[in-house]
């Protein structure tokens, strides 16, 4: 399993940004699926995840006001649409996947992309 994060960049506060997730080398659907940041010097912490078939999404309180997690089975891709962006925002930003159908942010994930660069300035 590949996964391939896109769509991280510097923005203003109050910006928008939209991350992907491209999964591939994977029967897609049969993956749970989730994202995670990490400030410098800061843990990973889980931001969203969202079930193998999508009907099922969890984002964490301190961003469910601004931030959307989805899924196109379509495009084997996953989203996060981030609004408002704060620099509390400020992160390296990672996809994951786990091969159940649904998952919580607090299990272990067996599939990690290599992160994207959010910048809040």
């Known amino acids: 399993v590949q996964l391939v994060e896109s769509g991280g960049g510097s923005v203003e506060a109050g910006g928008s940004l939209t991350l992907s997730c491209a999964v591939s080398r994977s029967p897609y659907t049969a993956h749970c699926m989730g994202w995670f940041r990490q400030a410098p010097g800061r843990e990973r912490e889980g931001v969203a995840n969202?079930?193998?078939?999508?009907?099922?999404?969890y984002v964490v309180d301190s961003v469910r006001s601004r931030f959307t997690i989805s899924r196109d089975s379509a495009k084997n891709t996953m989203y996060l649409q981030m609004n408002t962006l704060k620099p509390e925002d400020t992160a390296m930003y990672y996809c994951?996947?786990?091969?159940?159908?649904?998952?919580?942010?607090?299990?272990?994930?067996?599939?990690w992309g290599q992160g994207t660069q959010v910048t809040v300035s």
């Open positions: 994951a996947a786990r091969r159940r159908s649904f998952c919580y942010l607090r299990d272990t994930y067996e599939y």
């Open positions: 969202i079930s193998a078939d999508g009907t099922t999404l």
